[in-house]
């Protein structure tokens, strides 16, 4: 009696089905690289808490309108903690490290958040550690690099420790928000609506204490802050915990490599910010880095036929 052995793809690739929600969740991360340009060219200067609470408290209410559904038990003290980790402290730290470095810069401090990411997964998630996307994180970490010694590029301490800082915490939140899902009766928009509004209310005594209501918000400030939050808030975060609940961790965290590659672009474009080769050759690496961590590495069983890792 014969038998068929199926034969193993030749390369890694990204499972067939999963094609369609890698496109739909790196749409996020697109769009959250304009926020440096949205911060520094429309948003009245030195007022980051203000301007996160204006990204989140109102999407947040408007996230819980849509979907009707309040928090029920855990989900709660879940909801703060998720609401602080991905939106309450990053978004202070996001706008801080934006308002002291370079659009593009300050963007691509957030590529170590994959790292991070793949370190918490072994740790909270209990998932083997994929070496394959660590490399890539490294590669991409190399390429964010090479934008960062532009000449153009100040490195101011407040603003990389802040870039830094964000990158940990929304790491920590992306890996929570994976091992805690959502419930099934709340939709992907719920979740987004309970979160940011949770944020935005552990923001709104210190932004309204330390920052206050700046005296300078006009017209394009108004679209700035409906930008941030109806956009670059509410339907993003949709997008992206819809993406995690479907992806693996890790790879959808390379996804926010995308966020300094447009911000770069846009601080280019708008903003004046010299590119060098040198750059450029980064931003083919970070590139390069997201795709390849979106691939499946195939590994050997010890039968000697080829599976798809894990990982």
Do not use: C
């Not at 990204?55 to 209410?61: H, N």
């Not at 719920?190 to 923001?203: R, Y």
Request: proline fraction near 7%; glycine fraction near 14%.
């Amino acid at each position: 009696m014969s038998t068929t052995t199926i034969p193993a793809p030749a390369r890694p690739g990204p499972a067939t089905g999963h094609t369609g929600w890698i496109a739909l969740t790196a749409v996020a991360p697109a769009v959250w690289g304009t926020t440096y340009i949205v911060t520094t060219q429309l948003l009245p200067e030195g007022h980051p808490l203000f301007a996160a609470l204006m990204r989140t408290l109102p999407a947040g209410l408007l996230g819980l309108l849509i979907a009707r559904r309040l928090p029920h038990g855990s989900w709660w003290w879940k909801s703060l903690v998720l609401g602080t980790l991905n939106m309450g402290a990053f978004f202070p730290l996001l706008f801080l490290s934006a308002q002291h470095l370079p659009g593009g810069v300050a963007a691509t401090l957030g590529a170590a958040q994959p790292l991070v990411v793949a370190i918490l997964a072994v740790t909270i998630l209990h998932e083997r550690l994929s070496l394959w996307r660590i490399l890539w994180g490294a590669v991409g970490i190399l390429g964010v690099g090479l934008v960062v010694i532009g000449p153009d590029a100040a490195l101011d301490p407040i603003g990389i420790l802040a870039g830094l800082g964000g990158a940990v915490s929304m790491g920590t939140g992306v890996v929570l928000t994976k091992k805690w899902g959502r419930p099934n009766s709340v939709s992907a928009v719920g979740l987004a609506g309970w979160q940011l509004t949770a944020a935005g209310l552990i923001l709104l005594i210190p932004a309204l204490a330390i920052d206050g209501i700046p005296a300078g918000i006009d017209t394009p400030a108004i679209g700035g802050y409906l930008w941030l939050g109806l956009v670059g808030a509410l339907l993003t975060y949709t997008l992206w915990f819809s993406g995690i609940r479907r992806l693996p961790v890790t790879a959808t965290a390379l996804l926010g490599l995308l966020s300094p590659l447009v911000a770069a672009t846009l601080g280019a474009a708008v903003a004046g910010e010299a590119l060098t080769v040198i750059q450029v050759a980064g931003f083919a690496l970070a590139l390069t880095a997201m795709v390849a961590g979106q691939l499946t590495p195939v590994r050997s069983t010890p039968q000697g036929r080829q599976t798809r890792s894990r990982t």
